[in-house]
């Protein structure tokens, strides 16, 4: 009979969300957590589980170590769920600022996903951004603005006019070209990002809202390499696009 690995139909990598990363609890560890024996802290010991790090509350956003090498062993360095594995172990790292343990991680995703998926898959554009974010908080710059125009041009390619996921790739582009003081490609970027933002997701929504943001910071830091140039007026004027913060708005309704 051949194995049912064999026959199991290859499935895509999960998308990851950095924010709410989850992983499979062991039932000793649970009921230890329950009885208050244990606290589920990076380096405990539960059976052959060891906890690499934790994100969010409980037991939520567990990440093993041992899972990502059980993975590896039975499934393939190239299996979209070790795939998963790793990617997870990398923005784990990352959202602890262990940047340069995270880039052997995500860089591995990337260059297994380019092999396996095809440059202009889905999942490989997500891990062109991730590596070129990771890059850019690095300070390796070059390296991260080829990432990130690249992101952007597949993007264009493969999504539909107007996708919002474009405007993400966009804004992250533009924020490394700003960290370069290209200032003039980034206002072009980050200007695209907000127009595709607002008219895809709305002038209300958090992502358009965050480039607004975000194109203020710009000239001002354009502003500061270029004090003469009424770049400050330019960041005043996009500021005051952003709402009234809560307590404001709660004064002004009374």
Do not use: C
Not at 57 to 81: C, F, N, Q, S, W
Not at 176 to 202: C, D, Q, S, Y
């Amino acid at each position: 009979m051949a194995d049912s690995r064999e026959r199991e139909k290859p499935r895509d990598p999960a998308p990851v969300d950095p924010d709410a990363l989850t992983g499979s609890i062991p039932p000793e560890a649970l009921r230890a957590v329950d009885a208050g024996a244990h606290e589920l802290e990076p380096g405990a010991v539960f059976g052959r589980y060891v906890i690499v790090g934790v994100i969010g509350r409980g037991g939520m956003g567990v990440v093993y170590r041992e899972a990502l090498e059980t993975r590896r062993h039975v499934l393939g360095d190239e299996h979209p769920d070790t795939l998963t594995s790793i990617n997870n172990m990398g923005v784990l790292l990352s959202s602890q600022d262990k940047l340069a343990e995270a880039e052997p991680y995500l860089r591995e995703v990337l260059e297994t996903s380019r092999h396996v998926l095809g440059d202009e898959h889905p999942n490989t554009l997500r891990q062109i951004n991730n590596m070129g974010g990771l890059l850019r908080a690095l300070g390796r710059l070059e390296e991260a603005e080829r990432l990130g125009a690249e992101a952007v041009e597949t993007a264009r390619r493969i999504l539909s006019e107007g996708h919002w996921h474009t405007a993400v790739f966009l804004g992250h582009h533009a924020r490394t070209l700003a960290a370069m003081e290209r200032f003039a490609e980034a206002e072009e970027r980050a200007l695209e990002a907000h127009a595709i933002f607002e008219a895809a997701l709305g002038p209300a929504h958090a992502r358009t809202i965050g480039i607004i943001r975000e194109i203020a910071d710009l000239y001002d830091a354009w502003h500061a390499a270029e004090p003469d140039a009424g770049h400050d007026a330019r960041a005043a004027e996009w500021r005051a696009r952003l709402p009234a913060p809560a307590e404001d708005k709660a004064d002004d309704d009374r």
